[in-house]
């Protein structure tokens, strides 16, 4: 997979927008803090200046092994709609595109499995936001509180610095709890996603893998996810 930095960014810049994708902050973050991420980035993904290092990140493909990634498309900012429901995308994961993959869904009883997909159903909507640099309409079914504006807020910085975001996600959920209307999980994340310039090209490293821990609330008889956190792994999912 392609990764590429960028050539005049701070520390500060690199922490926010190597984690835009999957957990914007709206607070500064430190310097320090901007080197431990680049460190975390490091251990995870290889040497950033040999591209063919990169290609798949150790991450595990879904239909077997593939002897490339495809290259990023040369018509950015078209993301794919939110699929929606259980429907999972045809072919493996790749840096093209902004499609969700479920993987290892563990869900016990209704409530569960409701959650779980509600989770599935915000980060479809919310990469496909990111994809389009728009506020999809979906979102409002899908997302509340902190968890709405972390998406606000990152679509705003994406038009501002004419920037969209390309590439999949393969989630696994687990650890579902439900206590009356609220509930709480955790999720782990295969990233194939960077941030492009109008021409499709990444400016960011990229993250393969990501640990997260959501918060939803059920609202009208819908779950809704109300906050997301985020740390960097050290590795794949397992």
Same mark, same amino acid.
């Given at each position: 997979m392609t990764t590429a930095v960028r050539p005049d960014a701070d520390d500060? +810049?690199?922490l926010v927008r190597l984690r835009a994708v999957l957990a914007p902050r709206r607070a500064t973050a430190g310097a320090a803090a901007g080197l431990v991420l680049v460190a975390a980035l490091t251990g995870c993904g290889g040497d950033s200046g040999d591209s063919d290092n990169?290609?798949?990140a150790g991450r595990p493909n879904l239909e077997g092994s593939s002897s490339s990634d495809p290259a990023p498309s040369s018509e950015p900012g078209t993301p794919s709609a939110p699929s929606g429901g259980d429907a999972t995308p045809q072919g493996k994961p790749d840096d093209v595109g902004n499609d969700v993959y479920p993987r290892k869904i563990t869900a016990q009883g209704a409530d569960a499995e409701a959650v779980a997909e509600a989770w599935l159903d915000y980060w479809r909507t919310r990469i496909a936001s990111y994809g389009a640099?728009?506020?999809l309409p979906e979102m409002g079914a899908v997302a509340t509180d902190e968890a709405m504006s972390d998406v606000v807020n990152y679509v705003e910085t994406l038009r501002t610095r004419n920037l969209h975001t390309e590439g999949d996600l393969v989630i696994d959920v687990d650890q579902i709890k439900v206590d009356g209307e609220t509930a709480t999980l955790?999720?782990?994340m295969d990233n194939y996603s960077t941030d492009r310039d109008a021409k499709g090209k990444p400016v +960011? $490293? $990229?993250l393969p893998?990501?640990?997260a821990t959501g918060a939803l609330v059920r609202q009208d008889g819908a779950w809704r996810v109300s906050s997301v956190e985020i740390t960097t792994s050290g590795g794949k999912c397992t």
């Open positions: 500060t +810049e690199d990169s290609d798949n640099a728009e506020v955790h999720s782990c +960011e $490293l $990229l893998f990501y640990d």
